[in-house]
């Protein structure tokens, strides 16, 4: 049990590793370097010899690599060239406005998911589950910046309830954010909620026609009853690596909806530092969303461990 | 002689079965409302150019955001431009450039796929733990630097989306293959001495393709919606060609008093997604694999 655990997080370490050498070895691969990039016309004379000296670049590409990723394991991830200011102090406010958002949405999106997820399952083919899935089809299915173009249009511009575009500084406090974030959290669970409720609902078909629960039926066991003790525990198991995928993949969709509603977070810090070309924040934007899904996915793989007494005496590898 | 009979017979039972795939998919409603919706939009976007009422680049001051009347169906947006023949129009790059891109993932995701499922060992491990890194990257991160660094053109744009869709399909269609070469018929043409090559094209490929067709059908809906994606956030087709995403991000602004031009390529964008995803869907159902269980990767 241990071993698999540890096996576990050496893999995810090998991901994140493999994953800094793509970044690193994409950034040299394409076309111009960090400096001529940034400066674009200006790069020529003092302007050049001081960016290439600050970013190292006059020291063979291996040798950088070394330097930049024991740093980057130490928590350091460098100089931002548009900033002009260490990456991490850029980074600071804008985690955590994002794990703000992200929190929220996961709050009201994984329980709201379940409870539609069991209705739709339950009442399979009847009236409320195609109303609920055919409401799940669509949001699942419209662009991310469509469903939040469409919220700002009718909540905030025909309705007028709340404000359309997020106006806050990237340092805003908490209680600050909670007001402004609603249709940002509206947007984002919409279709994470949608994806996860469909696969509950799956998994619970599944659950309902094995022999265990229709052996349960068949003794007599009450429905709610056999619903809560047998069903449930049986098929909320396996959609949470499903689950924990959906999210880590819904990360690009909230770089999109952080755009349409001007949210300081991670996601336009993304188009914002490529639209500067300030590569080396790309760099260290790359690690850390690729730490985000590695880590949700090893939280995943690790809690079905746990819950699961089956697959604590068997080796998985997917 | 009598080969050519065989062929052909084969050709004709090829036919058939499409055509049973189709009548399946068509059975239920769902199914036909995908149809319908896909086969309107590759039609829409076949004869476009040929029956939009104005030119779509064609910028007057005396028409700006006029709203929709008789000579301007959809109004005009922000430029004075038609709308109604921008939003039929604006289907074609986003339709090209997918359908090339999953074309592309297809192929490569299946192939890399099927060969790392089929030899497995060490190759098969570095090359998964590679489509492991590239997964945990999001596609939106680095399409973006691919884009901004070598520009919009479609010759990246259908490369890179090809690229990077492709990645799930390789674990997809090695995890289909993973089923397949342990049963018997694999085994026997081992012992007749067949090649690796022969077994992956005559054996592991017909009894696979059905899973990857499927995921390819999918791979198309999420690409259009990276595509667009892309395109809004200014990444993708440039101006003045007409595109959804583009037209939905420019008509943003202005959308509290000039709603229909954001409206329209909102209808048109959100109604070939949704009409692939419905086409996709009954496919998979017709094919007798259930894919809501799987998580969009």
């Known amino acids: 049990m241990l071993l698999l655990i540890l096996k576990r997080i050496g893999l995810g370490l090998i991901t994140l590793f493999i994953v800094s050498l793509i970044t690193f070895v994409g950034v040299e691969v394409l076309p111009g370097d960090a400096c001529t990039t940034y400066l674009e016309r200006e790069a020529y004379g003092a302007a050049l010899d001081a960016c290439i000296k600050r970013l190292g670049l006059d020291i063979p590409a291996y040798e950088r690599y070394l330097d930049w990723a024991s740093n980057v394991v130490r928590g350091d991830f460098g100089y931002s ?238 | 002689m009598e080969s050519n009979l065989i062929t052909e017979d084969k050709q004709k039972n090829k036919l058939e079965k499409a055509f049973e795939i189709l009548k399946t998919m068509a059975s239920r409603p769902s199914g036909l409302i995908g149809l319908a919706i896909v086969l309107f939009h590759v039609v829409l976007a076949l004869i476009s150019p040929y029956i939009a009422p104005y030119d779509y680049k064609a910028i007057s001051p005396n028409t700006m955001l006029l709203a929709p009347s008789a000579e301007h169906w959809f109004g005009t947006d922000s430029l004075g431009r038609d709308v109604f023949t921008r939003t039929i129009l604006g289907g074609r790059t986003a339709l090209t450039v997918t359908f090339f891109g999953s074309l592309i993932a297809l192929l490569w995701g299946g192939l890399l796929g099927i060969f790392c499922g089929l030899v497995g060992g060490k190759i098969d491990d570095v090359v998964m733990r590679v489509v492991d890194a590239f997964l945990s990257i999001p596609w939106i991160l680095a399409m973006l630097l691919i884009v901004s660094l070598l520009g919009t053109s479609t010759e990246v744009l259908i490369p890179a989306l090809g690229f990077f869709y492709g ?110 995803n419905l086409t996709a869907d009954a496919f998979a159902k017709a094919l007798g694999i259930d894919r809501s269980t799987k998580a969009p990767v």
Not at chain 1, 267 to 275: D, K
């Open chain 1, 81 to 318: 060239l548009s900033g002009e200011m260490p990456i991490n102090e850029v980074l600071g406010p804008r985690v955590k406005n994002s794990l703000v958002l992200a929190s929220v949405s996961i709050l009201i999106g994984i329980p709201l998911a379940i409870v539609l997820g069991i209705i739709t399952a339950l009442w399979r083919d009847k009236l409320p589950d195609i109303m609920i899935s055919t409401i799940t089809i669509f949001s699942m299915t419209i662009p991310e910046f469509i469903s939040a173009t469409l919220l700002i249009l009718i909540v905030a511009i025909w309705l007028g309830w709340l404000p359309g575009i997020v106006i806050i500084p990237s340092d805003a406090t908490f209680y600050e954010l909670l007001s402004n974030i609603i249709l940002p959290v509206v947007a984002i669970s919409m279709i994470m909620t949608a994806h996860m409720a469909r696969m509950v609902r799956s998994s619970v078909i599944q659950v309902m026609a094995s022999d265990y629960v229709q052996m349960a039926i068949l003794k007599g066991v009450p429905y709610w009853k056999m619903v809560f003790r047998h069903v449930l525990p049986n098929a909320l198991l396996p959609a949470i690596n499903v689950v924990a995928l959906t999210i880590a993949w819904l990360l690009g969709g909230v770089v999109v909806t952080e755009v349409v509603f001007n949210y300081p977070g991670l996601g336009r810090l993304v188009i914002e530092s490529i639209s500067n070309r300030d590569l080396p924040v790309v760099q260290a934007l790359a690690i850390i969303l690729a730490s985000i899904y590695v880590g949700i996915n090893l939280i995943a793989d690790l809690m079905t461990l746990m819950l699961n007494p089956r697959l604590k005496s068997l080796q998985i590898r997917k």
């Open chain 2, 167 to 276: 990645k799930g399909i390789v674990r997809v269609a090695r995890a289909a293959t993973h089923d397949v070469i342990a049963k018997d018929f694999i085994v026997s043409a081992r012992a007749r001495g067949h090649s690796n090559m022969s077994i992956i094209w005559n054996e592991i490929i017909p009894n696979v393709r059905d899973a990857i067709l499927v995921e390819g059908a999918m791979r198309w809906s999420w690409m259009l919606l990276g595509f667009s994606s892309l395109s809004f956030l200014g990444f993708g087709v440039s101006p003045p060609t007409p595109d959804w995403g583009l037209m939905i991000s420019n008509a943003r602004g202005l959308m509290s008093f000039a709603y229909w031009s954001v409206i329209a390529p909102i209808v048109g964008l959100s109604s070939l997604i949704i009409g692939i």
